[in-house]
């Protein structure tokens, strides 16, 4: 009997089949894997719910924004201009409402499975892989679905806030000598900026994502998940 023969008479009958990894042997990339689906999954459940709050309460939580003094002609027309702007946000808010509530509530289903995934990936349960990667590949969808919202709505934000921002410079001159500086650009220059930053962003998370979903699809199924178990 050779060397080799004796050494496979003490191995487990099962170590022939192609079983995932035993406990004490789980790949390190399966463990980062499991602990981003975990962070990821805590962090958009929080951003759920406050998604959920913000489109529900954006048409109120202006509401006294406007509730200044106006004893001169300056303070009449400071005021007028910011109720102008709340309406015209309060608007827009009505219109995406919808839209921001429903991906919000997409959201807490997503980051629900991931973070479920994450979890019972720590624990090397036998359904991880199927969590996460169902998790991931809805967070890939999720994105494409939140990611041009938000931008066509900070778009759209952008005009509102800089005809707000020169309507209070032209009144804080008085009329008088015209400012070195315009808000009213600046601030469009800004909302153009922040946009760019979301896009690069969501751009990095598609890629997580992408990236763990293929690296998940490429494991080999458990017992427990496999079509003939």
């Given at each position: 009997?050779?060397?080799?023969?004796?050494?496979?008479?003490?191995?487990?009958?099962?170590?022939?089949?192609?079983?995932?990894?035993?406990?004490?042997?789980?790949?390190?990339?399966?463990?980062?894997?499991?602990?981003?689906?975990?962070?990821?999954?805590?962090?958009?459940?929080?951003?759920?719910?406050?998604?959920?709050?913000?489109?529900?309460?954006?048409?109120?939580?202006?509401?006294?924004?406007?509730?200044?003094?106006?004893?001169?002609?300056?303070?009449?027309?400071?005021?007028?201009t910011?109720?102008?702007?709340?309406?015209?946000?309060?608007?827009?808010?009505?219109?995406?409402?919808?839209?921001?509530?429903?991906?919000?509530?997409?959201?807490?289903?997503?980051?629900?499975?991931?973070?479920?995934?994450?979890?019972?990936?720590?624990?090397?349960?036998?359904?991880?892989?199927?969590?996460?990667?169902?998790?991931?590949?809805?967070?890939?969808?999720?994105?494409?679905?939140?990611?041009?919202?938000?931008?066509?709505?900070?778009?759209?934000?952008?005009?509102?806030?800089?005809?707000?921002?020169?309507?209070?410079?032209?009144?804080g001159?008085?009329?008088g000598?015209?400012?070195?500086?315009?808000?009213?650009?600046?601030?469009?220059?800004?909302?153009?900026?922040?946009?760019v930053?979301?896009?690069?962003?969501?751009?990095?998370?598609?890629?997580?994502?992408?990236?763990?979903?293929?690296?998940?699809?490429?494991q080999?199924?458990?017992?427990?998940?496999?079509?003939?178990?």
């Amino acid at each position: 009997m050779s060397s080799e023969d004796a050494f496979n008479e003490y191995q487990s009958p099962m170590a022939a089949e192609p079983v995932a990894a035993p406990p004490g042997q789980v790949s390190i990339w399966f463990k980062l894997i499991a602990v981003f689906c975990m962070v990821m999954g805590g962090i958009g459940l929080l951003r759920g719910l406050k998604g959920i709050a913000d489109a529900t309460l954006a048409t109120q939580a202006m509401g006294n924004m406007a509730g200044m003094p106006a004893n001169t002609p300056q303070e009449k027309e400071l005021k007028k201009t910011m109720e102008d702007y709340q309406e015209q946000i309060l608007t827009l808010n009505r219109q995406f409402m919808p839209f921001n509530l429903t991906v919000a509530l997409f959201q807490l289903v997503v980051s629900a499975v991931l973070l479920t995934g994450g979890i019972m990936g720590i624990s090397r349960s036998r359904k991880a892989r199927t969590f996460m990667l169902w998790g991931c590949l809805a967070a890939i969808l999720f994105e494409f679905c939140r990611s041009p919202l938000r931008m066509i709505q900070m778009l759209q934000m952008a005009p509102i806030q800089a005809e707000m921002m020169e309507k209070m410079q032209e009144i804080g001159s008085g009329g008088g000598q015209q400012p070195p500086m315009d808000l009213s650009q600046l601030t469009s220059i800004g909302f153009n900026i922040i946009v760019v930053i979301m896009a690069l962003f969501a751009m990095f998370k598609l890629f997580l994502y992408i990236a763990t979903s293929v690296y998940l699809a490429r494991q080999p199924a458990s017992p427990a998940e496999s079509p003939a178990s």
